[in-house]
């Protein structure tokens, strides 16, 4: 055999398993971390997914800022007309929301083309410009683009652009002074293009200007948008930002940046904060803020159809009054409407009112510069924390484990969101468990598995079906290389087999054989023994390992009165009656694996082996087809047995006592405890030298006792007569000297 033997082999996969296991769940837990740092890593779209969780379970509480929302919906284009409204319509709204006391009046839209309705510009169109002067007509008067410049100019209002990489028009001139703690925004602000700006008119006449872009994630979702927008030269701020500044009155914004007094010089220049007069709004290293939604139940909203009657009812001046108007469309056919984590589809407009409330309310989600690096470390401790224990729990223990600690990473990501509004995403570290752990646990299915094949091939022949099947699952009980422990031994042997085998040919002493052996291995099997080895017509079989048996002397007396009932029924069917003998010991072997690497074999050595033995050998020279040591007798109390004799064997110093168990099949019927008294009483006379009441008591024991014990007092009947005969010597014990192995 050109391999290592069962204990080298054996001893590798029992050390090797736990790192097998581990080195899996580690390598899964490296795939996961690899696979988040791609380009097309599915944790980031699981990840926005989870924060949108988060707002959706627990939405922001309205803020109650005084933000009002005039709609161009589906019922003002019914009763006005046809979006775009004429320009005088829209100069008439907002003369209307500033005399009913808007605090600021700022435009969701762009007016990027003159008003086609402008009777100026009809007149202009069909030449009659100068016959409509020379009639006294004021032309500019009739211009509805100035008109609505006009309106602008008189109310404060906001006016917006749209940024884009696939304009050309550069942006138009920021209307608010921008100044900068630390980092310069030029440096960490994308450029995002061109401008969709309006007539020139109205930016002028506006008293703020305002960038509409929300640039939505990959996912069409607005989840962040951009405070401070970059386009060529110019730095321009988002509406939301635009109109709060004109609300306060405030000349300019402060843009605090890495690098500033108190704040760390990271050597990246990024955004930390923004001031708008009396708000200071933290933000995201880009000039980002994480928008916090409310659940929309708090946004006034009035149709702009309500601001162009002759009267405005009270309720809606009272929503005007003090307010910061925006004014946008939620009209289905005007293309503004956005995803946000509350919805599929919302208008652009109140998105920006959310921003505001938000501001004003001053709850803030935030996703710290450590987050990453916390869920980095959070992803290998968990895993690692995961598998640690596979090695050593059952398959529902460690599944339970791993499932607590998943939902541990996911209620601490959710009160990190729910106390303190930090998102933490809990997607990568449970990702990592449950892969790691799967690939750790599918580790583990096929060692053990691979373990059980191997244990089962290697100890199906000598042990039973039971013990292989408990072995198999529990291979570490087995201690490689030999290990002290106290077993039962059994050896059984036919006798007179030599002469036996003279009178059979090699083909029915092979039959012979066979038949013999099937059935004692049977017993001993389902007794849960040990077959040591077959040495010809002898076995030696154990029990107490390599599964331990607290019963296992017991086991071993019950097998032997077993064995014999079983070869008595397999003489029945013989010509040629087979007598056997069964030797029992009990005390401390070297069980393991013995041999050599070519060659080796599961047994047990030790004085109690020779012991057992040598017992064995006895039953030929007693008449009994068993004998038991002492020690097993101890071990085995209930076990029906008489004292035979105290004998030294060959080869050791120290006398051994000696039992026999009667058959069971001859004991039926039969009191025992009488037989047990005549045979002790006889005992008591032998050992004393009273050699007259020994045979006395021999006699009557002779008529008394079953078949099986005759044999063993026709020896004591024998050895009383010799001893008559020579005399008793002096100093006599009792001990008889055995003179053959």
Not at 300 to 311: D, N, S
Request: one cysteine or more; hydrophobic letters at 45%.
């Amino acid at each position: 055999m050109s391999k290592p033997g069962l204990r080298r082999i054996l001893s590798r996969l029992l050390r090797r398993r736990r790192g097998v296991i581990w080195g899996c769940g580690v390598a899964a837990l490296i795939c996961v971390l690899l696979l988040s740092l791609s380009p097309y890593s599915p944790f980031q779209r699981l990840q926005v997914q989870v924060f949108d969780t988060y707002q959706r379970l627990s939405p922001r509480p309205h803020g109650g800022t005084p933000v009002t929302i005039v709609d161009l919906d589906e019922e003002s284009i019914e009763r006005i007309g046809q979006w775009p409204w004429p320009r005088s319509v829209l100069a008439q709204i907002v003369d209307r929301l500033g005399q009913l006391g808007a605090a600021t009046i700022a435009f969701d839209m762009v007016f990027s083309e003159p008003d086609r309705t402008s009777p100026a510009r009809v007149l202009r169109g069909l030449n009659l410009d100068k016959a409509a002067e020379q009639r006294g007509l004021d032309l500019q008067a009739l211009d509805n683009d100035r008109r609505f410049a006009e309106a602008l100019i008189r109310n404060p209002t906001v006016t917006g652009a749209l940024l884009s990489p696939d304009i050309d028009d550069p942006a138009p001139r920021s209307k608010t002074g921008l100044s900068f703690g630390g980092a310069n925004p030029s440096e960490y602000l994308p450029d995002a293009g061109g401008a969709l700006a309006n007539l020139p008119l109205f930016d002028e006449a506006a008293f703020g200007l305002g960038v509409l872009n929300f640039n939505p994630q990959f996912d069409g979702v607005v989840r962040r948008v951009p405070l401070l927008t970059k386009s060529g030269d110019s730095i321009l701020p988002s509406l939301a930002v635009e109109t709060l500044r004109v609300a306060q009155g405030a000349q300019g914004l402060l843009a605090r940046g890495t690098g500033a007094s108190g704040e760390a010089d990271t050597g990246l220049a990024a955004m930390v904060a923004m001031r708008i007069g009396n708000f200071t709004i933290p933000t995201n290293a880009d000039g980002t803020l994480w928008v916090y939604y409310t659940d929309g139940s708090g946004t006034r909203i009035l149709p702009a159809h309500t601001l162009t009657g002759a009267t405005v009812d009270p309720a809606v001046a009272d929503a005007i009054a003090g307010h910061i108007v925006l004014f946008g469309a939620s009209a289905q056919g005007l293309r503004d409407q956005r995803a946000t984590p509350m919805s599929a589809s919302v208008a652009g407009v109140t998105i920006h009112a959310e921003i505001i409330d938000q501001i004003f309310s001053g709850v803030s989600l935030s996703r710290p510069d450590w987050a990453p690096g916390l869920e980095i470390f959070a992803t290998v401790a968990l895993s690692l924390l995961a598998i640690a224990v596979i090695p050593f729990l059952s398959v529902a223990g460690n599944t339970l484990w791993a499932l607590l600690i998943s939902v541990g990473a996911v209620v601490a990501c959710w009160f990190a969101f729910l106390d303190f509004h930090i998102l933490l995403d809990p997607v990568l570290p449970v990702a990592a468990v449950l892969l790691s752990f799967g690939a750790a646990s599918a580790a583990r299915l096929l060692v053990t598995e691979n373990e059980e094949r191997f244990v089962r091939q290697a100890f199906g022949q000598y042990l039973a079906p039971t013990l292989v099947q408990q072995l198999a699952k529990h291979p570490e009980s087995l201690t490689l290389g030999g290990e002290n422990r106290e077993l039962t031994l059994l050896f059984c042997d036919i006798r007179g087999f030599t002469k036996l085998s003279e009178g059979l040919d090699p083909s029915e002493l092979t039959e012979l054989l066979n038949n013999f052996l099937t059935p004692m291995t049977d017993v001993l099997l389902e007794s849960g023994a040990t077959i040591d080895k077959y040495m010809g017509d002898a076995i030696m079989a154990f029990w107490n390992a390599p599964i331990a048996q607290e019963d296992h002397a017991a086991r071993a007396c019950r097998a032997a009165l077993r064995m014999e009932t079983a070869l008595a029924e397999l003489n029945a069917g013989l010509s040629h009656p087979i007598d056997i003998g069964i030797g029992l010991n009990t005390g401390t072997c070297c069980v393991g694996n013995l041999g050599s690497t070519q060659r080796f074999n599961y047994s047990a050595i030790g004085d109690a082996v020779n012991v057992a033995a040598r017992i064995e050998s006895l039953t030929k020279q007693y008449g009994v087809a068993n004998l038991i040591a002492e020690t097993t007798a101890a071990e085995a109390p209930d076990v029906a047995r008489l004292e035979v004799d105290r004998v030294r064997v060959v080869g050791r110093a120290e006398p051994l006592t000696i039992f026999t168990m009667p058959s069971q099949a001859e004991l039926e019927g039969q009191e025992f405890a009488p037989l047990a008294e005549r045979h002790a009483a006889f005992l008591k006379a032998y050992y004393s030298g009273d050699l007259g009441c020994a045979r006395q008591a021999l006699e009557a024991l002779a008529t008394e006792s079953p078949r099986s014990l005759h044999g063993l007092y026709r020896v004591f009947r024998e050895r009383t007569e010799q001893l008559a005969a020579e005399g008793v010597a002096e100093g006599w014990d009792g001990v008889f000297v055995a003179s053959e192995k």
